[in-house]
């Protein structure tokens, strides 16, 4: 039996550094909710709940009524923030509370994340409308080649790139194109 805890605990206790300074004290602080103490006692339910908490971690979501939540690690942090500064009477006897919060926390966090693609699909649609398609530092890197000097491309005429067209087709019409 006290074998079993010592290696219960010795899991916790290697399991720890996984989660950073960061978030351990907040992992450690939400198994306290679950009336973990004393931990000699309870060694078992304190190793499940840190094992799920890594799982959790780990995979950055979660599931909850057969739908898959995406929550990023602060937001994470943020949930378990909420559940131990909430004054349960009683001890958790699961992480529904938990799951619940994050659930509203990972919905705001996919909404931030669509607006910000909305605007960069926006942003680039701009460019492409505008005449660039691409940044200026970017397409002067593509021209400059391999040879990575910071000389900047020669701009051509209008006249050089309308010769330079009339070539690429007579090129084109030769090879059957």
Same mark, same amino acid.
């Given at each position: ?10 899991? !916790?206790? *290697? ?11 907040? !992992? ?7 009336? !973990? /103490? ?11 709940? !840190? %094992? %799920? ?9 979660? *599931? ?14 943020? *949930? ?8 349960? /009477? ?16 990972? %919905? ?29 530092? %970017? ?17 051509? /005429?209008?006249?050089? *790139? ?11 019409? /030769?090879?059957?194109?």
């Amino acid at each position: 039996m006290d074998a079993q805890i010592s290696k219960d605990l010795q899991y !916790v206790i *290697a399991a720890l550094p996984s989660f950073g300074t960061r978030y351990a004290h907040l !992992v450690m602080g939400y198994a306290q909710l679950f009336g !973990v /103490t004393p931990m000699h006692l309870k060694a078992k339910k304190l190793r499940l709940i !840190v %094992e %799920e908490m890594k799982k959790l971690f780990d995979a950055q979501s979660f *599931a909850w009524q057969k739908k898959l939540y995406p929550i990023s690690h602060a937001g994470i942090a943020e *949930a378990l923030d909420i559940c131990i500064k909430k004054n349960f /009477t009683d001890k958790l006897e699961n992480h529904n509370y938990l799951k619940k919060v994050m659930i509203g926390i990972s %919905e705001r966090e996919g909404k931030g994340k669509s607006k910000q693609a909305e605007k960069d699909l926006r942003e680039r649609e701009s460019n492409v409308l505008a005449g660039g398609g691409r940044p200026e530092k %970017e397409l002067d890197s593509r021209l400059r080649g391999n040879d990575n000097t910071e000389e900047k491309p020669e701009r051509i /005429t209008p006249e050089q *790139a309308k010769t330079n067209i009339q070539r690429v087709g007579e090129i084109l019409k /030769t090879i059957g194109g």
